[in-house]
């Protein structure tokens, strides 16, 4: 059973260009997470995706960043004109959809390291 | 004030001891409480979760939960110099809502 996948590993772009993370959850996860962790700082949550909903983008910065989830194929963060702020580590976590659970449960991914120059 | 609160450390050990980490949060709703450990340039792993109040068990981590105090901590007995890493305390509310991550305690165990 494959956990969470992320790709690329490792991203380098230019001020101004776009970047594109993606993540792949694990088998039978329906919900997806994004956070950003800058170095020597905690995790700060980003966004919250079910297939084909966005349930929670409060961490979103209001520009630039966008998310989605498409009913085929993998999670995307997308970051538009980066600047040299963006560069971080960006996790993408996945939890299991069980109407009854109580608890919430997320798996990370190996995380994308995006530099910009 | 900060949802989830830890001391950063680092927190030094000798190997063998125990090792005693702890996490206070703010929102008295919160429902469920993890622990994720986290090596240097790596995601965090999940460690335990623990939901009710008391103390859960595993191998040799304990995590504690006291909600009237709205503290939790992780214990971890014979540490060993793998133990070695940044210890990240998680709480979020009932179901899938949000989950709310601590600065995360830097701990070395001396060999």
């Known amino acids: 059973n494959a956990g969470v996948m992320q790709n690329p590993r490792h991203l380098v772009r230019r001020r101004g260009q776009e970047a594109r993370l993606r993540c792949s959850p694990m088998k039978g996860h329906s919900h997806v997470y994004w956070y950003r962790q800058l170095p020597e700082e905690g995790l700060k949550f980003m966004v919250y995706?079910?297939?084909?909903?966005?349930?929670?983008e409060s961490g979103m910065p209001k520009e630039r960043f966008s998310a989605e989830f498409p009913k085929e194929g993998p999670s995307i963060l997308r970051i538009q004109q980066v600047v040299r702020g963006d560069s971080a580590a960006y996790f993408c976590?996945?939890?299991?959809?069980?109407?009854?659970?109580?608890?919430?449960?997320?798996?990370f991914g190996p995380g994308t390291r995006l530099t910009v120059l | 004030q900060k949802e989830v609160e830890q001391n950063s450390g680092p927190l030094s050990v000798p190997e063998g001891a125990i090792a005693s980490l702890n996490c206070t949060y703010s929102d008295r709703g919160s429902q469920s409480f993890f622990w994720y450990r986290q090596y240097s340039g790596k995601s965090p792993e999940l460690i335990m979760f623990?939901?009710?109040?008391g103390d859960k068990e595993d191998g040799r981590f304990t995590a504690q939960l006291n909600k009237a105090s709205q503290y939790v901590s992780l214990l971890i007995r014979d540490s060993q110099p793998s133990d070695s890493a940044t210890y990240l305390c998680a709480v979020s509310g009932r179901g899938y809502q949000k989950v709310t991550f601590g600065i995360g305690t830097k701990l070395q165990v001396i060999p």
């Open positions: 976590a996945s939890s299991p959809q069980n109407s009854g659970a109580s608890v919430n449960e997320q798996f």
């Open positions: 623990i939901y009710s109040n």
């Open positions: 995706l079910q297939k084909e909903n966005i349930i929670d």
